[in-house]
């Protein structure tokens, strides 16, 4: 049997062979030369905060800019969700008639660490530091948009487990037992911290890599970690299903904002022609 202690020695070897692979990656096919142009470390660090910062500010924003259509939306999601409530305790029931507990072992410490804060946090931070001190943009970016991901959709959840209190399904078989405003754990449900944290890191991670395999096996991760924590009587189907939703949701926005800033940053740069009354002036602004 593996115990806890390995199995995060295991999970920091990883890590560390992971950032010597894209160290050398990033020394065999980056110039030499090239690390002259790029900035000092500490502007980059500073430039990260400032944009971690900005995109929470419009994170924060966001509903005021909403159009009716964008409400009507929302109302109807959540109308679904609270229709889907109604079969959560038919769910539960129907994952305890297995009495053999044929999904119990070893390997469901892989997807439920996959979906824990903890390690989804060190991740990101391990990627971001790869890439921040070998200069190695697209690695850095990748850890900044998780540490993103990961910060806004977990303040999210926290906010809402504070709110709700809902009971966690190992206490109660009654699946609207709500203790509003509790703070403890057996009454953090709704939603699912697990579920949240596996979506946001998939999301990201595949947009990134951009490979079909490599994104069939992130979901599934994700997926199996969803469903241990219903086997597990940790959540409720409910309580998944709108973490996964914060989770791909808050991914998707800091996706978006980068994509956005990539594009401003390319209509900086660019050829114009400007008429003038003797003809018409090219310009290349950078």
């Known amino acids: ?62 509903p005021f800019e909403l159009k009716q259509r964008d409400w009507i939306y929302t109302g109807a999601g959540a109308t679904a969700l609270v229709i889907m409530m109604t079969a959560d305790e038919e769910i539960k029931r129907i994952i305890k008639r297995d009495q053999k507990r044929i999904f119990d072992g070893e390997y469901q410490k ?40 990961l910060i806004y959709s977990g303040s999210t959840v926290m906010v809402l487990r504070w ?8 206490l109660t078989d009654n699946s609207w037992d709500f203790k509003w405003f509790v703070p403890r754990f057996r009454n953090q449900a709704f939603p699912s911290g697990h579920a949240t944290v596996a979506f946001a890191i998939s999301t990201i991670l595949s947009n990134r890599i951009n490979n079909t395999f490599v ?28 973490g996964s939703l914060i989770g791909i949701g808050s991914s998707l ?18 050829l114009k022609l400007i008429p003038t009354f003797g003809g018409v002036k090219l310009i290349y602004e950078f």
């Not at 926005?253 to 209509?267: A, D, F, G, P």
């Open 1 to 62: 049997m593996i115990s806890e202690k390995k199995a995060f020695t295991c999970f920091l070897s990883l890590i560390l062979y992971s950032s010597i692979y894209t160290n050398l990656l990033h020394c065999t096919f980056i110039q030499s030369d090239s690390t002259n142009n790029k900035a000092p470390i500490i502007d980059v660090l500073i430039s990260d905060v400032k944009i971690g910062l900005n995109d929470a500010i419009g994170l924060i924003s966001l």
């Open 110 to 149: 892989i997807p439920i660490k996959y979906g824990q804060i903890e390690y989804g946090g060190f991740f990101s931070a391990g990627i971001y530091s790869a890439g921040l001190i070998t200069q190695w943009d697209e690695l850095r970016v990748t850890g900044r948009l998780l540490g993103q991901s």
């Open 163 to 170: 709110l709700f209190g809902r009971t966690r399904p190992f």
């Open 215 to 242: 994104s069939i096996g992130l979901y599934s991760l994700a997926i199996m970690d969803g469903f241990l924590q219903i086997y597990n009587d940790q959540h409720w189907l409910s309580d998944i299903v709108l």
């Open 253 to 270: 926005y800091v996706l978006s904002r980068e994509e956005t800033r990539n594009n401003n940053s390319w209509k900086e740069r660019s």
